[in-house]
């Protein structure tokens, strides 16, 4: 079947610290990766997303790499503020419309 | 515009209560999906429409949970008979082929607690 796996959380950084947050999949075809983030008290929101090998998705500061060899997409940020404070979740589609499939998702705290 | 909204936001039930979540798509979206998510862990899916089609409902835990979407817009998610393990926040999301890589747009979720 279709899974994802996160690094375990939670995470907690200083402002201006580099952020990693490690995504790893197993996937029957070839499928959509994406990062949603989930700020308190708010809906899922897409956050970047990449659909095919070596794509990088970015939004916001943050960047994520297709890798199709180590089946990777690790969510990175070079400096981190408060505002990013949230839950961050990655996510496989095998097609375009169809259901997602989430990771347990990192809570990021991030301290002034 | 209208973003996906869902009703109630949070509701409280006592063991073997029927419930009845409500979900607005974004209006166009022929797509609509049910995650169920727990404390602590990420959405898992329940269930999918096409408009007024349920083309897949492999995620629902057992036959108290029953979903609808009668007109092609609003839909509903009713649980029967609620246990204490159907604790959870429900998720609804709607998409469309106009969206570009058919996005799904997220409600804020009913945080459902059973008694």
């Known amino acids: 079947g279709n899974s994802v796996t996160q690094m375990e959380g939670p995470v907690t950084l200083s402002e201006e610290a580099f952020l990693t947050i490690n995504c790893t999949y197993t996937?029957?075809?070839?499928?959509?990766l994406f990062w949603y983030v989930q700020y308190p008290g708010e809906g899922l929101q897409l956050l970047l997303k990449?659909?095919?090998?070596?794509d990088k998705g970015s939004n916001k500061g943050f960047e994520a790499t297709y890798r199709k060899e180590t089946t990777s997409f690790h969510l990175e940020k070079g400096s981190v503020q408060v505002s990013d404070s949230a839950v961050y979740f990655c996510a496989l589609t095998l097609t375009s419309g169809s259901r997602l499939t989430f990771g347990e998702g990192t809570q990021l705290t991030v301290n002034p | 515009g209208a973003g996906v909204s869902q009703s109630p936001r949070y509701k409280v039930a006592k063991r073997g209560q029927d419930v009845a979540l409500r979900c607005d798509p974004i209006s166009g979206h022929v797509s609509l999906f049910w995650y169920q998510q727990a404390l602590g862990q990420g959405p898992e899916f329940l269930t999918y429409?096409?408009?007024?089609?349920?083309?897949?409902k492999s995620g629902l835990p057992s036959d108290r949970f029953f979903a609808e979407r009668p007109e092609g817009s609003v839909s509903t998610l009713k649980i029967q008979r609620t246990q204490q393990e159907d604790s959870a926040v429900y998720l609804c999301?709607?998409?469309?082929?106009?969206?570009?890589?058919?996005?799904?747009?997220f409600g804020p979720g009913t945080r459902l607690t059973v008694t």
């Open positions: 990449a659909t095919k090998a070596d």
């Open positions: 996937a029957t075809g070839y499928p959509s």
């Open positions: 429409f096409q408009n007024e089609a349920q083309l897949d």
């Open positions: 999301a709607s998409t469309t082929a106009r969206v570009p890589s058919y996005e799904q747009y």
